[in-house]
């Protein structure tokens, strides 16, 4: 079915674009997790958030590596 082609490609663009996005997301956030230590962490409500943002972005990029495998490699270029 030609026809969906197009629609295929559009969607992994826009599936790459967003692992993209969020390992983006997951780096800043982790960056701003190591200027402080674990019991920073722990006593600032804000870091809490932050920390349990940036694992959510971790386990949606986890996700995403095993469903498609080949999206590292697509990301990169």
């Given at each position: 079915?030609?026809?969906?082609?197009?629609l295929i490609g559009v969607v992994?663009?826009?599936?790459?674009?967003?692992?993209?996005?969020?390992?983006?997301?997951?780096?800043?956030?982790?960056?701003?997790?190591?200027?402080?230590?674990?019991?920073?962490?722990?006593?600032?409500?804000?870091?809490?958030?932050?920390?349990?943002?940036?694992?959510?972005?971790?386990?949606?990029?986890?996700?995403?590596?095993?469903?498609?495998?080949?999206?590292?490699?697509?990301?990169?270029?």
């Open positions: 079915m030609e026809q969906y082609q197009p992994l663009e826009k599936l790459a674009q967003t692992y993209k996005e969020l390992k983006f997301n997951y780096e800043g956030l982790d960056g701003v997790l190591k200027a402080h230590t674990s019991e920073e962490i722990e006593r600032t409500p804000e870091l809490i958030t932050i920390k349990d943002v940036r694992d959510a972005y971790g386990s949606l990029i986890d996700c995403m590596e095993k469903q498609f495998p080949g999206i590292k490699d697509v990301s990169e270029e």
